[in-house]
């Protein structure tokens, strides 16, 4: 690797699960703006729903999710009815012009709910909502959580995608980060999954995590792989103790460094494509004939905070303490305290307390760094023909990096800007030169691979 490359490895860098990042919310966008943007949703609008659910049974040290543990149902029980409160008052607020195309719960763990629970919640959304025939309802599963109520209780909703944590099976990385779960245990939750008719699987995978090495990750890679995923997703640890506390139970010096990450990454991802999977953007992979896969040919993928999707509705509509929505004119965010989202939502009101609107420039450079975080490129054409001369202005920028960047991230073929194959793994490195906020912003960031 070039010098000027390898330098990149610990550079700190957003994400990029949205433009502009949350970091850069602000109260200006509150309760009356976000009611404002669901009541300019017109008839016959597509959206997906975000459903959060911020508690788990047990903490797991590597999380930097909104969640909070608890060994008692009580809170559980009343967060629910604070969730059945704000799906009321957003539904109200929808009417019935918007059609949901999908769903996802994710947290914390939305598989600690009780069967009935669980029910309910899939019942209300369908009362509450106009949902098309075909729409997806996607779950986000702790495989310690599950029983076979469970298992039944998400057939019975329509779950047709089920995501599962695994991280690592090697035990030693288990115990460093407080999540202990057999891959036997893992293959019983996938098999009682598929048994049920449930036709997706994906599973999430872990670099960069106390203990690992190249070896532990070809192992655990190789374990995943006999269950078959139809997706598999293969993150980098972000070790962010500022922002959760909770990371501060894993000593720093068990953590491998950047070459080491990269090389872990490196050794995964070969393995994955091997069995027959393909790359999608920078942590995901699918069979051929999965939905992700074709849409990524197609160049029709998008990213949001859950990551990478085939879901091209424009609004997102977030439900839950710190969920956030999406809308054609920009981001808002709820009430992150639990407890104040609860007395809000029951109290009839809207739990939202910041976000941004869009300028005409967020839209160009967010569209930029979506296509550069999707397709590791865009096409010059393609970004005037939708922005006019906003977008001809960013091509300037492109053009100098292109030009100016020694480590020539950029290479213009034909029309479009493309990352060069030695860069793709830094593209949100490249995707930084594109965010106007970046450089003034005094948010912290993850490292870029």
């Avoid at 949703?41 to 597509?46: A, H, I, K, R």
């Avoid at 849409?295 to 029709?300: D, L, P, Y």
């Avoid at 100098?400 to 479009?416: H, K, M, N, T």
Wanted: overall charge negative; proline content about 5%.
């Amino acid at each position: 690797m070039r010098p000027e490359l390898a330098a990149r490895l610990g550079e700190n860098v957003p994400r990029y699960t949205s433009y502009p990042t949350a970091p850069h919310f602000h109260p200006g966008v509150d309760a009356d703006v976000y009611r404002s943007w669901l009541k300019a949703l017109e008839s016959g609008d597509e959206v997906s729903l975000y459903l959060h659910i911020p508690y788990c049974d047990r903490l797991c040290w590597f999380c930097a999710c909104h969640t909070k543990q608890t060994r008692r149902y009580e809170p559980v029980a009343s967060y629910l009815r604070s969730l059945h409160a704000e799906i009321a008052t957003v539904a109200g607020l929808v009417g019935g012009k918007a059609h949901v195309r999908a769903v996802h719960f994710g947290g914390g763990s939305p598989t600690m709910l009780k069967p009935e629970d669980m029910i309910a919640l899939g019942t209300v959304l369908r009362d509450s909502f106009d949902f098309l025939a075909d729409a997806k309802i996607s779950v986000e599963i702790e495989p310690n959580d599950m029983d076979e109520a469970r298992l039944d209780t998400l057939a019975e909703i329509g779950m047709a995608r089920a995501s599962l944590g695994v991280q690592d099976f090697d035990p030693k990385v288990q115990k460093a980060i407080n999540r202990e779960q057999s891959f036997l245990q893992t293959k019983a939750v996938v098999d009682g999954i598929r048994s049920r008719g449930v036709g997706s699987v994906n599973l999430d995978l872990l670099y960069g995590l106390p203990h690992q090495t190249r070896e532990s990750v070809c192992s655990t890679v190789a374990q995943a792989l006999t269950l078959e995923p139809d997706r598999m997703a293969l993150f980098g640890y972000a070790h962010v103790p500022w922002f959760k506390k909770h990371q501060t139970m894993i000593d720093e010096a068990w953590l491998p460094g950047p070459a080491e990450r990269f090389a872990q990454w490196q050794i995964a991802a070969r393995l994955i494509m091997g069995a027959g999977y393909e790359a999608i953007g920078i942590d995901h992979f699918a069979k051929p004939d999965d939905a992700l896969a074709v849409s990524a040919r197609a160049g029709t993928i998008r990213r949001n905070f859950q990551g990478y999707t085939e879901d091209r509705c424009e609004t997102l509509i977030g439900l839950g303490p710190s969920s956030i929505s999406r809308f054609r004119q920009g981001y808002s965010q709820n009430m992150p305290s639990t407890a104040e989202y609860g007395r809000m939502v029951e109290g009839g009101h809207l739990a939202t307390v910041r976000g941004i609107a869009f300028s005409e420039d967020d839209r160009v450079r967010g569209w930029i760094i979506e296509r550069l975080m999707c397709d590791f490129g865009f096409s010059a054409a393609d970004l005037v023909e939708r922005f006019g001369e906003a977008g001809q202005k960013l091509l300037f920028q492109a053009s100098s990096i292109a030009i100016g960047d020694p480590a020539r991230p950029l290479e213009l073929q034909g029309d479009s800007y493309v990352v060069s194959a030695e860069s793709r793994p830094f593209v949100r490195s490249i995707a930084a030169k594109f965010d106007k906020y970046f450089e003034s912003g005094t948010a912290r960031h993850s490292v870029a691979v």
